[in-house]
């Protein structure tokens, strides 16, 4: 006798990943970039925990985030670059049905995550230039750990109400997924039902995750760029500057592609396109995280002198 079952369960057990199909004679390039990308990205954001966690100099606010953001960086790429990895060495390119599940609650938890991280590191900046003599007090312990828990939790919801939501849908024949991870937009795709409520609430949930943080990331900047000309010493703008500028160039890639695909899941960029661009956010930005952030830092890389020069 047939159970009251979903769909889906009784006809779904896998998803293929069509990936870079696309650049099928470049495959092997791609494997040894993607993997070259992820070691660098593993090394620079461990470093980075490693240091922050160990130098006194460094148990500041400023990099007690910056530590929060590599671990979400690692946690990011470890949930998406292996299997690409894999998928670039095999014809066949295979995931089940829970795993592909998994794999998007991860992605948009992180992304969540990284989004308020980032914000609270807006902030930082914003009250250090700002409001240094309410600086201290202000960013204290107990602030600056309720801030990372918050950022931390706050992807929960909604990778738990979007995950559940997109996959009690009923799939059409074609089980396809044109991207090389789960993603919202490639699995939409998939669906015979009429999704525009649930396009609804992604779009409502990319403005609180993506659009709220980017724009409260602007006015922190804008009020900083504005208390930095007031510096009388050319000296002392440019070090000012120089602690936002890393800061600014991230925000700005990570922000811009994150909106850009999900702002509008069903949009008018192309399958290549889309996939370009949740490349660079999903594999290239976490590289650039120790390297634009941190490694041209002068008191990061007295750190590490310090740490590996004792040993």
């Avoid at 990936?19 to 494997?31: D, K, P, R, V």
């Avoid at 409502?204 to 804008?222: E, G, H």
């Avoid at 909106?259 to 661009?277: E, Q, T």
């Amino acid at each position: 006798m047939e159970t009251a079952e979903t769909p889906w369960l009784r006809n779904w057990t896998y998803f293929t990943l069509q990936g870079f199909s696309h650049l099928a004679t470049l495959q092997i390039f791609l494997f040894e970039g993607i993997l070259l990308i992820f070691l660098i990205t593993m090394t620079g954001n461990t470093l980075i925990i490693v240091i922050t966690t160990t130098n006194p100099n460094l148990h500041t606010p400023m990099y007690y985030f910056l530590k929060n953001l590599s671990l979400i960086e690692i946690c990011l790429s470890l949930n998406i670059v292996p299997k690409m990895l894999v998928d670039l060495l095999l014809e066949r390119k295979v995931i089940s049905f829970s795993v592909c599940a998994l794999q998007l609650y991860f992605v948009i938890y992180f992304v969540t995550s990284e989004c308020f991280i980032l914000c609270a590191m807006a902030y930082d900046r914003y009250m250090a230039i700002c409001h240094p003599l309410r600086y201290a007090t202000t960013m204290n312990r107990r602030m600056c750990l309720l801030m990372v828990i918050a950022c931390w939790i706050s992807g929960i919801p909604f990778a738990v109400g979007l995950t559940g939501w997109l996959f009690s849908y009923s799939f059409c024949s074609s089980k396809e997924i044109e991207h090389f991870f789960c993603d919202i937009s490639p699995i939409m795709d998939l669906i015979c039902a009429d999704t525009h409520l649930f396009e609804l609430l992604v779009f409502i949930a990319t403005v609180i995750i993506v659009l709220i943080p980017f724009i409260l990331i602007a006015a922190s900047y804008i009020q900083v760029i504005c208390a930095i000309l007031q510096i009388p010493s050319a000296e002392g703008r440019h070090k000012a500057f120089s602690t936002c500028v890393a800061h600014l160039m991230v925000v700005t890639l990570f922000y811009c592609t994150t909106g850009l695909i999900h702002l509008k899941p069903k949009s008018s960029l192309s399958l290549n396109s889309k996939k370009l661009v949740a490349l660079s956010y999903t594999v290239v930005t976490p590289m650039l995280n120790p390297i634009i952030y941190s490694l041209r830092n002068k008191e990061v890389k007295n750190a590490l002198r310090k740490t590996f020069g004792r040993r």
